[in-house]
C-alpha cells in the first residue's frame, strides 16, 4: 500500500527541513505533499531548496495567504494517489518512525481508519491544561458517539484514502480533527488505536493550538453528534 503524507505548513522554517528527512527516511513507499498555508517566515524559500532533489516523491502547493490547518489538509487531499493517507504537522512533535506500527493494522481489509494515540504509553505533556483538555475531548467523545477512544485531538490520523475523501470536509481550521473524528464515528467506523511517541513543542516555542480551539472542537463534536446529513 502506498502512504501519502500530507504536511500542512504555517511559519514551520526552524523545523521543516528535519522533519521532511525524517519522513522521507521512513523505508515505506509514500509520497509527500507539503501545504504552505500562506507563511511569512521564509518557509517558501525553504520548500525550493527542499522539493530541488526530490521532485517526483514531493509536490509543493502555496496558498497566497493563510486559511488554515483545515484548508491546507482539505487542498492536499485534492492531490493525493496513496492508498492511505496520513497527516504529518511539520513541527518535530510527532516520529515517522511510527509509520510502521500506525501501517500495520491495515493488513486487514476491515481496517478504515487508524489513530496513533499518546495515551497508550508514557509521553512528555506539553501543559496540564492541554493533556487535561486532550483527555476531556477524548470523553466528550466517547460520550455522545459511543466510543472508546483514548486520545481524539492526536496529531496521527491514518485514513484509507478512499473514505477521507468521501468525507466531505468543510473546517478550515484547528476543528478539521474533530470534525473527521465525528464524521468517521456517525458512520458507525470503528477508529482503531495504537501507541505513539510524542515530544510536545511548548508554548514559547512556537505551538499554535490555543484554548479557544478546544471550545471549538467540542462544539464540532457536539454539532456533527446531531446533524442530519
Not at 109 to 129: E, I, M, P, T, W
Not at 156 to 184: H, N, Q
Not at 186 to 194: G, Q, T
Request: glycine share 6%; net charge positive.
Amino acid at each position: 500500500m502506498k502512504l501519502s503524507v500530507v504536511i500542512p505548513v504555517y511559519n514551520e522554517k526552524a523545523t521543516l527541513e528535519e522533519i521532511v528527512r525524517r519522513v522521507q527516511a521512513t523505508p515505506i513507499e509514500k509520497e509527500i505533499i507539503i501545504v504552505d498555508d500562506g507563511s511569512t517566515d521564509g518557509t517558501n524559500k525553504l520548500l525550493e531548496n527542499i522539493a530541488k532533489p526530490s521532485s517526483n516523491s514531493i509536490r509543493i502547493i502555496r496558498h497566497k495567504t493563510n486559511k488554515g490547518k483545515g484548508a491546507a489538509i482539505i487542498r492536499g487531499l485534492e492531490e493525493v494517489k496513496g492508498d492511505l493517507t496520513i497527516i504529518q504537522d511539520a513541527d518535530l512533535e510527532y516520529d515517522p518512525n511510527d509509520y510502521k506500527t500506525l501501517l500495520e493494522l491495515f493488513k486487514n481489509d476491515h481496517v478504515q481508519v487508524v489513530y496513533g494515540s499518546r495515551n497508550l504509553k508514557k509521553n512528555d505533556r506539553s501543559s496540564f491544561a492541554f493533556y487535561w483538555g486532550g483527555r476531556l475531548l477524548s470523553w466528550i467523545t466517547n460520550i455522545i458517539y459511543g466510543s472508546n477512544v483514548t486520545d481524539e485531538a492526536t496529531g496521527y490520523k491514518v485514513f484509507r484514502t478512499s473514505l477521507l475523501k468521501d468525507l466531505d470536509l468543510k473546517s478550515t481550521g484547528f476543528d478539521f480533527c474533530p470534525e473527521v473524528t465525528a464524521k468517521i464515528l456517525r458512520r458507525k467506523i470503528k477508529i482503531f488505536e495504537v501507541p505513539i511517541s510524542y515530544n510536545p513543542r511548548l508554548w514559547h516555542e512556537g505551538k499554535k493550538i490555543r484554548w479557544i480551539d478546544g471550545l471549538i472542537a467540542i462544539w464540532v463534536l457536539v454539532k456533527y453528534r446531531f446533524q442530519r446529513f
